[in-house]
C-alpha cells in the first residue's frame, strides 16, 4: 500500500499559460535541480516543451528566433544547470538544434550546414545533454546519406558513422535516433551493423568503441538477447537496458565494469509474492539505483532496484492524488536524489507524477523504501 500526498504541481484541468495541456503527456524530464520540465501535447497548441510550472518552454507554432515558427519540437536533453537541447522542425524548411541556457535560445545547427568530414546535414535526431554544455546527437549527411554520432563542444566533431568497423566484426549502417552522454564526455548509442556483425548497445569512450550488448550475446540468467534497447547510462559508464531474449522473455540488464548482470526477467520473484511476467523501460542514475517496469498478470508496476534488492514504487490499481486508482503507470524516470517519475492515467485522464522517498517510515509500507510520496499533475485528454 502507498500513501498519496496532495499534487504540489497542479491540479485536474490545469492551465498553462496560454492553453490547457489536455492532449496527452509524453514524459516528465528529471534534471538534479528541481528543473522537471514537461513534454507534452496540448489543444490547441500542439506538441511542446513546458517547465514545471507549465509555462511553454517552446512549441509549435511558437515564433523561431530566426524567423518563422516551430513546426515540431523534439523530446529536449535537460542537464542539472537547467538548460536544454532540443530539435524543432521551422516553417521556413529546415530542422534546426537549439541550446537554452540562461534563459536565451540559441540555434546551434540547421540542417544544410556543413558536416565534419564533408557534405551537408540532412536531419539529426533527440539531443543528449551534459553538465558541461556538450551536446550528443545523430545526425545524418546527404548526398551520401552516411549517419554518423557527433558532439558538439562550441563546435561539432563526428565520432563514428557509417561505415566504420563495429566491435565483434562488421561495419556500423545506421544509428538510433537517442543518444546518452555524461560528463566524462562517454556516449552511448545503438546501431544496426552489417553482417557479419551484430547490432547492438555500443559505448563511445576516449576515441574508441566497446560492445555492451549485441544480438545474440549471452543472456545473464539463461538465454540470449534477440534485440536490445531503451539504454540508460549513468556519469561512471554504467549502462541499464531493456531486452527481448530468444526465449521469448523480456528483461532488465546492468552493464558495469565489462560485467552484465541481470535486474529482473521473465520468471523472478516479484517483491510481495507473484512472478514477474516481463520488465523494461529501465532508467539508472548515478548511485547505480534503477528504475524499471515490470508486468505482473495484466497489471504493470513499476520497481526501483538499489542494492540488490527491488522495491515496489507503485502500480497499476494503486491509489492516485487527488481521488480514484491508476489505471496503468509507465515511462519511469529517476533522478539523483531517487525520485521517480512517470506516466500514469487516472479515471480516463492522463498525467505525470512523481514519487519521492520519505525518511519517517509509515505504517503500511511494507515492500518499498517510499512512504510514499507520489505527487500528480492530472491532464484531461477528452478521452473517455
Avoid at 16 to 24: F, G, H, I, P, T
Wanted: hydrophobic residues 40%.
Amino acid at each position: 500500500m502507498i500513501d498519496i500526498l496532495p499534487s504540489q504541481f497542479a491540479n485536474r484541468n490545469m492551465e498553462s499559460a496560454e492553453a490547457s495541456l489536455r492532449d496527452k503527456i509524453a514524459s516528465y524530464l528529471l534534471g538534479g535541480t528541481n528543473h522537471t520540465p514537461i513534454s507534452a501535447s496540448t489543444f490547441p497548441g500542439g506538441d511542446g516543451v513546458f517547465d514545471e510550472d507549465r509555462n511553454p518552454i517552446a512549441r509549435q507554432a511558437d515564433p523561431a528566433p530566426e524567423g518563422g515558427v516551430f513546426t515540431s519540437v523534439s523530446l529536449p536533453g535537460v542537464n542539472d544547470r537547467a538548460e536544454m537541447a532540443f530539435v524543432a522542425g521551422n516553417s521556413r524548411g529546415p530542422n534546426d538544434l537549439y541550446l537554452l541556457s540562461g534563459g536565451i535560445l540559441n540555434r546551434i545547427l540547421s540542417t544544410g550546414d556543413p558536416a565534419p568530414g564533408g557534405g551537408t546535414f540532412f536531419d539529426f535526431y533527440n539531443p543528449s545533454l551534459n553538465n558541461k554544455g556538450d551536446i550528443a546527437s545523430v545526425g545524418v549527411v546527404c548526398s551520401s546519406y552516411n549517419w554518423g554520432l557527433y558532439v558538439w563542444s562550441g563546435g561539432f566533431r563526428r565520432l563514428v558513422s557509417s561505415g566504420d568497423p563495429a566491435p565483434g566484426g562488421g561495419t556500423f549502417t545506421s544509428f538510433g535516433h537517442s543518444v546518452s552522454l555524461n560528463d566524462s564526455g562517454q556516449i552511448l548509442f545503438s546501431a544496426l551493423v552489417a553482417t557479419p556483425g551484430r547490432s547492438g548497445i555500443f559505448l563511445w569512450s576516449e576515441g574508441s568503441v566497446q560492445s555492451v550488448a549485441q544480438q545474440g550475446d549471452a543472456a545473464p540468467g539463461g538465454g540470449s538477447f534477440l534485440s536490445v534497447l531503451q539504454p540508460s547510462m549513468n556519469a561512471s559508464g554504467q549502462v541499464a537496458f531493456g531486452a527481448n531474449l530468444t526465449s521469448g522473455e523480456w528483461g532488465v540488464f546492468l552493464f558495469s565494469g565489462g560485467v552484465l548482470s541481470s535486474i529482473a526477467r521473465s520468471g523472478d520473484p516479484a517483491p510481495g509474492g507473484g512472478t514477474i511476467a516481463g520488465a523494461s523501460s529501465p532508467s539508472l542514475n548515478d548511485a547505480g539505483q534503477v528504475a524499471l517496469l515490470a508486468t505482473m498478470g495484466s497489471r504493470g508496476v513499476i520497481y526501483l532496484f538499489s542494492d540488490g534488492v527491488l522495491s515496489t514504487i507503485v502500480g497499476g490499481q494503486d491509489p492516485a492524488p487527488g481521488g480514484g486508482v491508476f489505471a496503468f503507470v509507465n515511462s519511469p524516470q529517476l533522478d539523483a536524489r531517487s525520485r521517480v517519475a512517470f506516466v500514469g492515467a487516472v479515471s480516463g485522464t492522463t498525467g505525470a507524477f512523481l514519487a519521492t522517498p520519505r525518511l519517517s517510515g509509515s505504517s503500511g509500507i511494507v515492500d518499498t523504501p517510499y512512504a510514499s510520496g507520489c505527487t500528480g499533475v492530472i491532464v484531461d485528454t477528452g478521452q473517455r
